[in-house]
């Protein structure tokens, strides 16, 4: 395939005969440059592209060595008239549309993702997991000798086999790194399907792998104390967080965009960005009378424009990676170093993890009021992600009121 400016396409450039620069080739018969070229205005007429065949009066060239130099020059010249922008369907030049955001369906499959990916609009978060997906993707594309294939030339067999090999030379992969991948990868082939660089997302029919719901692991009552009472002593800043993070109802990510415009402590709210699609909504949660000191602390020292949990955990003009939570609570209360390896020295062993405190603060609120004060809480629409993901007790509930049913059959 040739790079050709405003979403065409070309074969590459071949001469018949085949063997036209190598000993024991005839000028007997007419020599010809041929190729095929698609405009996807033009589809419906030329669904597998034109046929084009050149021979510029070469024939008349009764010596060998000056037809294989014609050649040559043709073969230059037709190929840098393809570049500037001529299109021998219309018999029009067009000079290249260069825009910054331009991704030609010739670009190689690799460079077109990473090029893409710096066109999303996705949260840094969102924006480093791509990052980390193509660089595997890439490494298991040489390992094939797919990288350099035309991004429109990228069928479902492609994704298919790529995440065959990406199976084999993981060193951790199962369903649910899988269908991480199939996400990520899709959300790149949909935004590259906007830009016109490929007439379809290969990776949309690609079926997702069944995964095991496992049971999460729960913090229990003397789990919290113990958690309570170490970072109270050992890192106060991360305990003010933990407690504030637990009552919020809030997304990790949503907490760390919070500044001091935001929270209104006389009227006891807190005002967070949630992301829904590419929109940023803006919604209003209460702070509980419980954590109203915690929260008044938190903000001491807090300007307007500070974020309330900045560098160290501490009021500061430039926020934090959202993840410096997780990996908090993997170091001290997990016990666990960067590679996941135990490290009981700097920390606890309890085995819930960062986010069991949304859950658990979710089952306590269902408990005590019901399931859509719990969906207001963490500003979901209806009540069934906190039946279905964050409240842990709900199918004990369910089960206790079935083993109540007295129904009898018969007398």
Not at 66 to 75: D, H, Q, T
Request: net charge positive; glycine share 4%.
């Amino acid at each position: 395939m040739l790079t050709i400016p405003n979403n065409c396409r070309s074969s590459e450039l071949s001469v018949f005969p085949r063997n036209w620069d190598k000993a024991g080739a005839s000028i007997k018969s007419d020599w010809k440059i041929q190729f095929y070229f698609f405009d996807p205005l033009h589809k419906k007429q030329y669904p597998r592209g034109k046929y084009c065949q050149i021979k510029g009066g070469m024939n008349r060239l009764k010596s060998l060595q000056e037809r294989r130099e014609a050649v040559k020059i043709f073969l230059a010249e037709i190929k840098q008239l393809l570049e500037q922008g001529y299109n021998p369907i219309t018999k029009n030049t067009i000079a290249p549309i260069e825009t910054e955001c331009s991704i030609e369906p010739t670009m190689p499959f690799i460079k077109a993702l990473r090029k893409v990916r710096e066109k999303m609009d996705v949260t840094p978060n969102c924006r480093r997991d791509l990052l980390s997906v193509i660089k595997f993707t890439e490494a298991a594309a040489i390992q094939l000798k797919i990288n350099t294939i035309a991004i429109c030339e990228i069928r479902r067999k492609h994704i298919k086999i790529l995440m065959n090999q990406l199976a084999k030379t993981k060193k951790t992969w199962t369903a649910n790194t899988y269908n991480y991948y199939r996400a990520h990868l899709s959300m790149l082939f949909k935004e590259l399907l906007e830009f016109e660089a490929v007439e379809l997302n290969p990776v949309k029919d690609l079926s997702k792998m069944k995964t095991v719901k496992k049971i999460r692991t729960v913090l229990s009552e003397e789990e919290c104390i113990i958690i309570d009472d170490y970072t109270r002593l050992k890192h106060f800043r991360f305990n003010l967080l933990i407690h504030i993070f637990f009552h919020s109802g809030a997304r990790t990510s949503e907490i760390f965009r919070v500044k001091g415009e935001h929270v209104n402590l006389q009227k006891q709210t807190v005002k967070y960005l949630i992301l829904k699609g590419k929109q940023f909504i803006e919604v209003e949660r209460p702070i509980k009378n419980i954590v109203l000191p915690l929260w008044k602390e938190a903000m001491e020292g807090c300007g307007p424009g500070d974020f309330v949990f900045g560098k160290g955990l501490r009021p500061a003009p430039i926020g934090i990676d959202p993840s410096q939570a997780g990996r908090r609570w993997k170091r001290h209360i997990k016990g666990k170093d960067k590679q996941g390896k135990d490290k009981i020295k700097e920390g606890l062993t309890i085995t819930a993890d960062w986010y069991s405190l949304k859950h658990l603060n979710t089952t306590k609120t269902v408990d005590a009021l019901n399931d859509a004060d719990a969906a207001k809480m963490n500003a979901h629409t209806s009540t069934a992600m906190v039946a279905q993901v964050y409240d842990i007790n709900h199918d004990r509930r369910q089960n206790d009121r079935l083993k109540k049913l007295d129904h009898k059959f018969g007398a």
